[in-house]
Nanobody, 120 residues
Framework: QVQLVESGGGLVQPGGSLRLSCAASGSIVIINAMGWYRQAPGKERELVAAITRDGSANYADSVKGRFTISRDNAKNTVYLQMNSLKPEDTAVYYC??????????????WGQGTQVTVSS
């Protein structure tokens, strides 16, 4: 089994910053793509940012220039640096990872979610 544990959420004022972390552990052979999703109340879960193992990243248009995704392959950890936060960034943020646990065996795993609230 694989576990993803997120941390770093909280309450921040508009214009502020937060850094989310997500550490993977368990029966991991290799982690391919990793990403962050978010879900606001009454809305569908959406992709915020994703990063390949070699560091290629892509972002939702709504966060380009404000958020930065990165990863540390040695620590099986992905990060999301969020700057210039806006009230519309308020959501539960979920980590996702494409994890290989054996020969030709891979699945997507989700973290439990961490709340980010942007409010004055």
């Amino acid at each position: 089994q694989v576990q993803l544990v997120e941390s770093g959420g909280g309450l921040v004022q508009p214009g502020g910053s937060l850094r989310l972390s997500c550490a993977a552990s368990g029966s991991i052979v290799i982690i391919n793509a990793m990403g962050w999703y978010r879900q606001a109340p009454g809305k569908e879960r959406e992709l915020v940012a994703a990063i390949t193992r070699d560091g290629s990243a892509n972002y939702a248009d709504s966060v380009k220039g404000r958020f930065t995704i990165s990863r540390d392959n040695a620590k099986n950890t992905v990060y999301l640096q969020m700057n210039s936060l806006k009230p519309e960034d308020t959501a539960v943020y979920y980590c996702n990872a494409d994890v290989a646990t054996g020969w030709r065996i891979s699945n997507h795993y989700w973290g439990q979610g961490t709340q980010v609230t942007v409010s004055s």
